[in-house]
């Protein structure tokens, strides 16, 4: 596949085959597949992203995590620069949960650019999802915590994306979680110069 259209339809086709059986968390129980697609979607219109790899990236990203897809399979069919943005932000699922998270928040700060970029819209879709609709048994207690980490795993993408880091912001806000950020003037890495828009 050659056009970057067929490159993003392949991923798309590919994570929604692996996530076929899988919900989201909420009372809804909202197809799985809808996230990655939002992920992407964050990226191409909120950042102003046009990096195909990165795009393809945020579409595969949950397929090692959460489905039986291994990193030879990804390199296989969607190269190297893909496979190693998915590894970088995907978790060791051996690993005790507090351990995963704990994590997240020290190796924030050592992700390559476009890796901070995919993590950083993955956290803006999921608390975005939780502000609209915690998942089901979740207390408010909960729910606070999980914007309390976030913001830990936030603060070392700073600099990454105004657009990204603005929105969350916003969000902490309406939360009463998190600290400010300050986003770093110039362009996001990935987006062919724009820095893209805020809205959501």
């Not at 969350?168 to 986003?183: T, V």
Request: net charge negative; glycine share 8%.
């Amino acid at each position: 596949m050659d056009s970057d259209a067929a490159r993003l339809l392949d991923a798309a086709e590919f994570a929604a085959q692996k996530h076929r059986e899988q919900r989201r968390k909420d009372p809804e129980g909202t197809p799985f597949i809808n996230h990655p697609i939002a992920v992407a979607r964050i990226l191409a219109c909120e950042a102003g992203v046009t990096d195909i790899e990165l795009l393809q990236a945020a579409l595969l990203h949950d397929t090692v995590e959460d489905t039986d897809t291994t990193f030879a399979e990804l390199e296989a069919r969607f190269g190297s620069a893909v496979t190693g943005l998915v590894r970088e932000v995907t978790d060791d699922k051996e690993l005790p949960r507090a351990e995963r998270k704990r994590l997240q928040v020290e190796r924030a700060p050592g992700r390559s650019p476009r890796a901070k970029l995919l993590q950083l819209a993955d956290k803006l879709h999921n608390l975005r999802d939780i502000a609209r609709c915690p998942p089901a048994g979740w207390s408010p207690e909960r729910v606070q915590e999980y914007f309390r980490w976030a913001a830990q795993v936030v603060s070392g993408l700073r600099g990454t994306s105004p657009a990204l880091e603005a929105a969350l912001e916003r969000l902490w806000g309406e939360r009463g979680a998190g600290p400010a950020l300050e986003p770093a003037p110039g362009p996001a890495p990935g987006t062919g110069g724009r820095a893209g828009r805020d809205s959501q």
